[in-house]
Structures are given as C-alpha cells and as structure tokens.
DNA sequence: GGCGTCAACCTGACGATGTCAACCTGATGG
DNA sequence: CCATCAGGTTGACATCGTCAGGTTGACGCC
C-alpha cells in the first residue's frame, strides 16, 4: 500500500493512478455513491486531498473516469461503419453498437447520459449518429433534416439503452441481441417510412397499406 | 415558520406538509441534490429527525415525493385513450402524453426513471404502453408479442423523454410538440411495419418499396 | 558540497449532511 | 388528578467534500 513519491516531472502518474482507482471502484461497486475520495486516495495509497492535485473537485474526477470509456465507443463506431456497403446497414450496425457499448458500460453510460449537465459525451454521441443519418440522406433513403431524424434515432437508441440500464428487472427478452436488433429495425424503417410521408397522412391509412407492403416479403 | 404540534390523531398531516415542502424545494431547485432533510424540517418549521417520524429515509422522501406526479400521469393516460375511435390512434396519444408528462415533471422524472433501482414507477409506465399496444394486436394493427413490442415503443418514447431533459442545450427543433409527434409517428409506423415483417427482410430492399407507397399519400 | 527552490505530497481542520438514541410535553382516557 | 402515549425536540456521531498550511526530498547553481 506504501507509495514512493513520484520524481519531479513525473507528477502525472498520480493521475493516472487515481484514474484506475477510481474507474475500478465505480465498475466493482456498480454506483457513483460508492466512489468516496478517501476511498479512491486510500486504494491510491496516498492522502485525500491529493486528489485536488490533478482533479478540481469530485465530480471532475468522475466524469474523466467517466469519459475514458468513450474513447472505445469511438473506435467501436468507426469499425462498425467501416467496410459497409450501403450507409442504411451502416446506421443499422451505428445503432446496434451504440446500445451495446451503453450495456458494456452501465455506470459511465449512466453518469454521462442519464443526469443533467455535461453533455460533451452526448455530444460525441450525436455526433455519430448525424454522421450515419447524413449518409442515409445523401443516399436518399432517408428524407429531411439531418439534424432533425438524427435526434429520432438517437432519441430510440438511448431509451433502449438508457431502460436496459436502469430496469435491469424487466421482462427484457432473454435474447438480449435479438431485441436490440429489432428495435434497431423498428427504428429504421419508422424513420425510412415517415421522413416520406407528409405530416397529415393518416395513420391508419398508412398502416393499412402495409400488409399489402408486407406479402412481398413473406417467403 | 412556529409550528403548532398536531393533536393526537392527526400526526398524519406532518407527513403531508412535508412532502409538499419537499416537492417544492425539488421542484424550485430542480435538483435532488439541493434537497436536504435539514432545508426540508426548516421549510416545514419542525425540526430535522422529525422527518424520520414518516419516512424511513432520505430515499424513501425522495420517492414519496416523485410518485406523487405518477397520479397525473395516470389521469393524462386515462383521458387520453378514452373515447378514441382506433386503437392505433390511442397508441399515438398515448405516446404523446407520456412524453409531455415527462416534460412537465422533469425532476420527478429523472429521479425515478433515470436512475437505477425503485422500479414501481416504470412498471405502472409500461403497463400503460403495454395496454395501448395490446389493444393494436388485438385489432390487427400491429402482429407479435405485446409485451416485446411495448418495451420497443417505451424505449423510444422514454429515449425521446429522457434525452430532452438531461440534454436540454441539444438543438431541438423549436416546435417541440411538433417533434414529439414526429418521433411517436416514427415509432408508431416502425413498430407495425416491423411487427410484420420476417426478421431476415433485406432492410434496403424494404426501403426500396416505400417510395412506391409513400407516393400514393403525395397529394 | 552546501543551499535555495520548487514540485509532490501530508496533516489537521471546518462545515455540511444523514442518521440515531435519548429526552421532553401536552392532550386524553380512566 | 395522574399515568400513558402520540408527537415531537435536543444533542450527538460518523462520514463526506474541501481547504489552508506544513513537510520532504530531488535538482540546479555557485
């Protein structure tokens, strides 16, 4: 537990080590309440207030922790969108990875996403997610405001994921993967289908014409 | 702020003036973070461990006080779905309501939604889509599971929700109604052109015939 | 080789908070 | 008139984030 003090110079390794520290707590305890200062000093084995050296404050510190996992969504995403013939797939697969990096990530997803302020990591977020529906509407599969169809799918991906998180004690299909793909799909063609529809169609109408739509495909 | 001690009898209307000192502070400060027992007794005019005399914690006020707004919700929904000619349409103001509910309780939103454990409020949540959507697949309107497809729908309208109050600096669009509508149309299309359709209908072969329906809803 | 200097950390403390044990008090039934 | 008990209060404790000020050891400089 006894720490040697860091060589002039070299006073960034603290922060890294606290850093670790701290993201092992928050993944073991499974909650922010848990990540005390004194806990993470004394797995850092060194003083409290050391903290304050590389951290403003508390929520400084968690939200750097927090922010480190993005870096993975971020390569998750290029890799995802990478190779892909048509850019529908590629919003698709966008959507997929993006659910599933929230349920590898519970807590950071939590802290980031699903309380006010920050909003430098939700912005990375939108950010991926307008970069798939421009594609899409450059292709012309999907129609309007980038902007606008972007914050739908967003919109659909973080619900997915941000209930998948917070009510783990749902009947949630046991085939986890299958759900979020067809919420995936839902998502698409929802989005496919209204952005070429005007606003005054009547649902039912529209609903009606779908069955036809749907023998097309049956075998 | 003097404080007259209730007869015996009525130790029953402590508890109701503390929870309405409690919403309030919630409410004006729009954070749970700013609700402390200490400001909540002062409020009251009674003194602080007086609270433990009717909650058994800072929690369980906490929650006391957001299930309070689950009645409105409860009487939104009601009124919503009543007297509306097809179950799909009923499914659409469902979803509209749920998310202006949201909208106007953040706080109480975000405390019981946006966090993990309690539960009670997502579940009286999701009975409600699951209801509404039921009686779409029991009219034909939409096909599968309704619990599955409820979770899908909720997803996207607590996405919608949720996303609005913890990212309230997004580029929303200004007509805020109108977007809320949007996404619920989406998703509303989504669900039933997914709900039938085999899972392994090549997405961009789908999108390729939505052109040919949507013409037909041009004029 | 002594010496100042500065980065890197520690000690001790403060105020605020959730929570608990023990005490008080005034209306009420017998 | 008195015991009882519901309806509170007082005072304290542990823990937390945070800060002011002290300590220590490496390194450049004369």
């Known amino acids: ?87 529908f797939m590629a919003l698709g697969r966008c959507g997929r990875v993006y659910v599933r990096f929230a349920l590898d990530h519970p807590v950071q997803y939590r802290v980031l996403m699903m309380r006010q302020g920050s909003g430098s990591a939700a912005e990375a977020c939108f950010g991926y997610i307008v970069a798939a529906v421009s594609a899409c509407v450059a292709a012309g599969v999907l129609h309007g405001d980038p902007q606008a169809l972007a914050l739908g799918v967003w919109s659909a991906a973080h619900g997915c994921a941000s209930l998948l998180i917070s009510q783990p004690s749902f009947p949630w299909p046991e085939d986890l993967d299958g759900f979020i793909d067809d919420t995936v799909r839902m998502v698409g063609f929802g989005t496919a289908l209204a952005s070429r529809l005007p606003r005054r169609a009547v649902s039912t109408e529209v609903v009606a014409e779908l069955d036809a739509l749907a023998a097309r495909f049956a075998g």
């Open 1 to 87: 537990m006894k720490r040697v003090r860091a060589n002039p110079g070299h006073g960034e390794r603290l922060r890294e080590e606290i850093l670790a520290a701290a993201e092992a707590l928050l993944v073991e305890t499974g909650s922010e309440a848990a990540l005390t200062l004194r806990a993470v000093a004394g797995r850092t084995g060194v003083s409290t207030p050391s903290v304050y050296l590389h951290f403003a404050d508390k929520d400084s510190l968690i939200e750097a922790v927090c922010l480190r996992a993005w870096n993975e969504l971020e390569r998750r995403m290029r890799e995802a969108t990478r190779d892909v013939g048509h850019p």
